[in-house]
């Protein structure tokens, strides 16, 4: 299951938690982040993180501030791709990944290079990150990564923690899994994109959408909603 929590929530009770662009940490959330990981938690942030406190200002010694000994690292400096250009990257099980928007140089400070660029002037170098702090651990993404390389990750992450996916097809289509009074799960399937877009096989049979009584369609055109049960 996956929760939308506010930096006031009791983190202990996750197994991981993603941040990505925590452009704002307050008084004492690094701390609070930093011991989460240091107990055995999981996190994930990205670029643009840490920058400033709740007055926004900056912190200084570089970003992602009070969070650069839990990610073991330092932003030296960003390069911004221009909106109809993208950044290339190679992780180190040589999947291939595309980046947009900006770029963080990233300065390793204990952390080990999970992908690192492979265009640019700065190919060769650190992009994605991940580093083992006390009894956890904690990842950083330094570009806007499409969902298709975002999924990548996080796959590579949730088979590091060994924790169970939500779906294990590869899809561009939102899914999300809620549960009713009666503890049956429910399967909120969203095409969000332009195009139509296929339902993962694990829900081609077996399942009844809610909203017509039947048995789900195969593939979804834009903007389409399918809310699935299993029969």
Request: negative net charge.
């Amino acid at each position: 299951m996956t929760d939308v929590i506010s930096d006031d929530d009791d983190f202990s009770q996750y197994d991981l938690i993603v941040a990505p662009i925590l452009y704002i940490v307050k008084d004492g959330l690094g701390q609070k982040i930093t011991d989460y990981v240091a107990s055995g938690g999981n996190f994930i942030t990205s670029f643009m993180s840490g920058m400033v406190n709740e007055s926004d200002n900056i912190y200084p010694g570089g970003y992602p501030g009070p969070l650069k000994d839990v990610m073991g690292l330092w932003v030296e400096e960003s390069d911004a791709i221009l909106p109809d250009k993208d950044v290339k990257l190679a992780m180190t099980t040589g999947d291939e990944l595309t980046g947009y928007l900006i770029a963080d140089l990233i300065r390793l400070k204990g952390a080990h290079v999970l992908a690192k660029y492979a265009s640019e002037f700065y190919a060769g170098t650190p992009a994605v990150t991940e580093n083992t702090y006390s009894k956890g651990k904690a990842w950083y993404v330094g570009s806007r990564l499409d969902h298709l390389s975002f999924r990548k990750i996080i796959m590579h992450i949730v088979d590091d923690l060994h924790l169970s996916a939500l779906v294990k097809e590869p899809t561009e289509l939102e899914i999300t899994k809620c549960q009713n009074s009666a503890g049956q799960d429910i399967y909120f399937v969203l095409n969000m994109g332009k195009g139509k877009r296929p339902l993962p096989l694990e829900f081609q049979k077996g399942y009844r959408d809610l909203l017509t009584g039947n048995s789900p369609e195969t593939m979804l055109d834009s903007w389409d909603v399918e809310i699935l049960v299993q029969e």
